[in-house]
Nanobody, 124 residues
Framework: QVQLVESGGGLVQAGGSLRLSCAAS????????MGWFRQAPEKEREFVAA????????AYADSVKGRFTISRDNAKNTVSLQMNSLTPEDTAVYYC?????????????????WGQGTQVTVDS
């Protein structure tokens, strides 16, 4: 089992930036792929970005490609999501997720481990 804790959410003005972090603990983290998902009010949870671990591949939703960047720090067992050029459409609870394979996935049902989420609110 892997425990995930997100941080870095908050309130930001449109056009601004935030950096989310996800700290992982538990069994060996290096064998897990990671993903970021988000859920806006009255909407279904949607894929944002994913990154492999030993398999270093990345994927992004079309809505965030070019604005968001997912990265990892193996030594610190963390995964980050740098979010630039934020708009009100990015307002959501952002969740970090992990799966027990080395490659990432766009499907939330393929991630058994989830953090509690961190709120991102973009004004104007």
């Amino acid at each position: 089992q892997v425990q995930l804790v997100e941080s870095g959410g908050g309130l930001v003005q449109a056009g601004g930036s935030l950096r989310l972090s996800c700290a992982a603990s538990g069994r060996t983290f290096s064998s897990y792929a990671m993903g970021w998902f988000r859920q806006a009010p009255e909407k279904e949870r949607e894929f944002v970005a994913a990154i492999g671990w030993s398999v270093r591949t990345t994927a992004y939703a079309d809505s965030v490609k070019g604005r968001f960047t997912i990265s990892r720090d193996n030594a610190k067992n963390t995964v980050s999501l740098q979010m630039n050029s934020l708009t009100p459409e990015d307002t959501a609870v952002y969740y970090c997720a992990a799966r027990e394979v080395t490659g990432g996935s766009r499907r939330e049902d393929e991630y058994p481990y989830w953090g509690q989420g961190t709120q991102v609110t973009v004004d104007s």
